[in-house]
């Protein structure tokens, strides 16, 4: 069964960046959806980054240009490179992972603990 760990959360001020880090544990992940979510206070839960088995990519229209997904399988990870922060990012930023066969996700979807990013002004 497949686990994930996020890590790499701070505090940092409006234009900066940061980077997190999912771990991923459990046979099958490297072939998995994977995904980051955010949700801050007071909005719903919105999916904010995904990529394909394949390193194909989405994002949200809010985060394009600025925020980077990737994978590194040798590794077991997925990332979510985040550049020129707003306030507006601040959230509780989660990962995500789901089966995959033929292009498409199935099966329960699995979700890290979370990793809290802060952007102030």
């Known amino acids: 069964q497949v686990q994930l760990m996020e890590s790499g959360g701070a505090s940092v001020a409006a234009g900066g960046s940061l980077r997190l880090s999912c771990a991923g544990s459990?046979?099958?992940?490297?072939?998995?959806?994977m995904a980051w979510y955010r949700h801050a206070a007071g909005q719903k839960r919105e999916v904010v980054a995904f990529i394909t088995p394949g390193a194909g990519t989405r994002y949200a229209d809010s985060v394009k240009g600025r925020f980077t997904i990737s994978k590194d399988n040798a590794k077991n990870t997925h990332y979510l490179q985040m550049n020129s922060l707003k306030t507006e990012d601040t959230a509780m930023y989660y990962c995500?992972?789901?089966?995959?066969?033929?292009?498409?996700?199935?099966?329960?979807?699995?979700w890290g603990q979370g990793t809290q990013v802060t952007v102030s002004s």
């Open positions: 459990g046979r099958y992940y490297d072939t998995g959806c």
């Open positions: 995500w992972w789901r089966h995959a066969s033929a292009g498409n996700c199935y099966g329960e979807p699995v």
